[in-house]
């Protein structure tokens, strides 16, 4: 008889080496977190019901109940929004690496999602929204910025050194409190960019049901090697994108809609981050299964920052300009591009990868094609496939 989801996670956890130690061991760096942002907010004389509200799930500043709560409620809300999805079962994995998997079984699918993810999400959309005012070119509305871009840049990379080196990132570096809108920004963003995390690998359980009508035997491990490719991430981040902009509707509220974006595209500006910084740093092999980093953040922040322009540009036939609306719209996913860009190290950790020969590193073809072309780098090599041509197009108009 199958065992259910819950059954399943606790055997793979219990595999792990001291895994149910490691996962208890992360969810009381959630409830240390907290302690810190509560002192942070009394010491600013934060009355007791405000300090209640940063440790409810919604807030996910701290508290490891809360954030197991959170992740529940967004992998409740997003497996109701399609309910032709297989079974589901969303939990944490002790892991410092900011990423998540997806396995099918006869049980249904199993999504892990690493607390590391949490950590460097909360940091970088905490940084994002000290400078909110300069990034959307209205400090009227979003008050004052805590910081310039150097000093956003400063803190994060400083966390970055932290990682790479395999040394636990300070706690106190990471803990910030913001109010009003800022702080309401702040919530969706980070729930946004876990929803997106998770979003992707609902797209990834779609794609396993649907290649396979009776799934073989639970493993961790278990993507088929044709499903982990560019076709199969793209269709995942395309899933993930229409699940976020039905949750989002720009219509509804553009703060909440842009929020959205700025969440997913952060998610994908630290993996950015962490796969030039290794392209940059080192001779090893890269191994990149999904589309060139540049591309899907460029995506990201097109899709959900914009759907009607992007609707436009995928359309085969002309639709006319843009309208004003579509204009600002633009000029805001731009800036938040270029900040998460600069303050990720994405831009300066890409221009050292890229003087150096990417060839023998793991990437196929048409990855290194995307990356000669839209940088402008001399091609090596000739006879480009028109697959090879399209994707290059599509990394330069981003």
Known sequence: MPSTLEERYEKVLRSLPDGPALLAQALALED???RLTAKLMRDNGAPNQVLRDYASAPALSGNGKAAMEALAALSNQLCGANPDLPQVLVRWWPERLP??????????????VNLGMLTHLRLLIHLLCSCLGSITGDEARWGEDRLTVDQARGEYLAMIDE???????PLYKTVLVHWGKRERFRRVATLAGLAY??????????LLQAASATPGPFEVSAAEPEMISHEAETSA?????????????????????????AGAASALAIQACLFWFKASHSDETLAWTHPVPDLRLGMACLALGDPEEADRLA????????????????????????WLDTVTGVSLFREAALARDLRGRGLSP??????????????????????????????RSL
């Open 163 to 169: 990682f790479v080196g395999g040394e636990p990132v």
């Open 315 to 338: 359309s085969p036939t002309p639709r006319g300009a843009s309208s004003s609306t579509t204009n600002k719209r633009q000029a805001r996913i731009a800036a938040l591009k270029l």
């Open 32 to 34: 240390e977190y907290q």
């Open 99 to 112: 990423s998540a998997s997806c396995a099918m079984g006869e049980s249904g699918a199993l999504i892990r």
């Open 237 to 261: 981040d395309k899933a993930a994108f229409r699940l976020l902009r039905a949750l989002a509707p720009l219509d509804q509220d553009e703060d909440l809609a842009f929020a959205y974006a």
């Open 197 to 206: 995390v998770i979003a992707h690998e609902l797209g990834h359980a779609d």
């Open 366 to 395: 048409a990855q290194l094609m995307t990356l000669y072309v839209a940088y402008g780098i001399p091609v090596p090599d000739k006879g480009v496939s028109h697959v090879e041509e399209r994707q290059a197009g599509e990394a």
